[in-house]
């Protein structure tokens, strides 16, 4: 993990007002590798990609309440820019109209429990100073390049109570009971134990720079031998941050994404930034904790 944050990249999400409420998220960068695998979850097959249709409505959007811009009786809005004049991305990049609205991802693994990672809330304190929402995808009234995201009150929780929590070399979650029961969809079920094979193909969805959600798919294990994390070429970036990691022959939840490599490199001719690109297998590859060190009994088994 890369403790460092660098004062132009700071600066430039101040300038976007989407610096985190625990800013440790922009340290642990991701990148692209090989070709882009990234999709819209709206622009998936009804059809076709039905399967991962169902896993994405139990993926959580994090939005530090200082965010929140405007409140009335039934929706909260959020004042924010899109991903090109927001983070100075290059013409010519992907998602450029796409705007920058949360932190870290979370998903659903009961009614009222989702798990993130450890470095997306800080304590129990902060854990308070966060709203959770459903189904943030690109079919909100943004209008770019700055304008606000609106949200429905109805798909947006607080936390209850920080149930379980480690941030440290080895472990990297939250376990996060929300004030009220989520009815209207399932959880995810994960993996309590054994290991993810090594030929498991895995797919990632959550929310990329604060994005609206989107799949990443194609997705192979790099490294399957170490105790509390495999490594992987998921195409993710910081808010993907607390992403599941699922298999999709196992249809399960194999771990969290919890730090990966640089985000963006800056093409100094033209003055903006790109994301950074490696070979699949190059670079250090995307580090997912295992689910199977959750702490498991607080998760009920589906």
Not at 116 to 129: E, I, Q, R
Not at 251 to 270: A, H, N, S
Request: charged share 25%.
């Amino acid at each position: 993990m890369n403790l460092l944050l660098s004062l132009p990249l700071l600066l430039v999400l101040v300038q976007a007002d989407i610096t985190h409420a625990n800013t440790t998220d922009a340290f642990n960068d991701k990148v692209i590798y090989g070709e882009d695998n990234r999709t819209l979850v709206s622009d998936l097959d009804a059809v076709y990609d039905a399967e991962a249709l169902t896993f994405s409505r139990a993926i959580l959007a994090q939005i530090p309440n200082w965010r929140i811009t405007s409140n009335d009786k039934t929706t909260i809005g959020i004042e924010t820019r899109d991903l090109k004049t927001g983070l100075n991305f290059c013409d010519g990049e992907r998602f450029l109209d796409q705007p920058l609205v949360s932190a870290c991802t979370a998903f659903m693994v009961s009614p009222d429990l989702i798990v993130t990672a450890g470095h997306c809330v800080k304590d129990k304190y902060d854990c308070k100073k966060q709203t959770w929402v459903l189904d943030f995808d690109d079919r909100m009234d943004f209008l770019p390049p700055k304008s606000t995201v609106s949200f429905s009150k109805e798909k947006a929780y607080a936390c209850k109570e920080l149930v379980s929590w480690s941030q440290n070399a080895k472990l990297d979650y939250a376990l996060i009971r929300l004030e009220r029961p989520i009815t209207d969809r399932a959880p995810l079920k994960i993996r309590r134990e054994g290991k993810t094979a090594t030929n498991e193909s895995l797919m990632v969805i959550g929310h990329p720079l604060g994005m609206p959600k989107m799949l990443t798919s194609n997705i192979m294990i790099r490294d399957n031998t170490l105790d509390f994390v495999f490594k992987t070429n998921a195409d993710t970036f910081s808010g993907n941050s607390g992403s599941p990691v699922l298999g999709i022959k196992s249809k399960m939840v194999e771990g969290i994404l919890v730090r990966g490599d640089d985000d963006f490199k800056t093409d100094f001719q033209l003055g903006c930034d790109r994301p950074a690109k490696c070979g699949d297998k190059e670079c250090r590859g995307e580090s997912v904790q295992r689910s199977t060190y959750l702490p498991l009994k607080y998760i009920p088994k589906l």
